[in-house]
């Protein structure tokens, strides 16, 4: 493989043999959890789409500073902090403009695409 990425391959054993090693706990979801909260992400391969369950058990994460023979860069894998006092209320107030003017478009949309519909049957 390229190195940059690492696979688990039997989950079921992997959650038994190698958790308890090294953590409290031999639950896989909570160890995916804890891989998210460090940044990493599960690959999904497009031709998986996402939606179909693959046929072998290999789950794929990668994180941009995992990457084999650069050790160096591991110390900048880190806990990803997010509290509600680092939200400022101008992020909210941009967030909230954001969505009423999404909500406008779409609206503006489904208007656009109404009209569009209703001249296509009449040109039926």
């Known amino acids: 493989q390229s190195g940059s990425s690492f696979h688990v391959f039997d989950q079921g054993q992997f959650a038994k ?5 090294y953590f409290k706990h031999s ?3 909570s160890f995916v959890r804890q891989l998210n909260m460090y940044g990493f992400r599960k690959v999904v391969h497009i031709e998986q789409g ?4 693959p046929e072998k058990d290999d789950t794929e994460f990668q994180h941009p500073y ?3 023979g650069q050790e160096h860069l591991l110390e900048n894998i880190k806990r990803k902090v997010t509290s509600v ?3 400022k209320n101008e992020d909210i107030k941009v967030r909230q403009d ?3 003017k999404l909500l406008t ?3 503006v949309m489904k208007g656009k695409q109404e009209s569009m519909d209703s001249k296509l049957v ?3």
């Open 66 to 68: 995992f990457i084999r």
């Open 50 to 53: 996402g939606l179909v369950k």
């Open 122 to 124: 009449a040109m039926k």
């Open 105 to 107: 478009d779409i609206q």
């Open 98 to 100: 954001n969505v009423t």
């Open 17 to 21: 043999e190698v958790l308890p090693k």
């Open 27 to 29: 639950n896989m979801a």
């Open 85 to 87: 006092s680092n939200i």
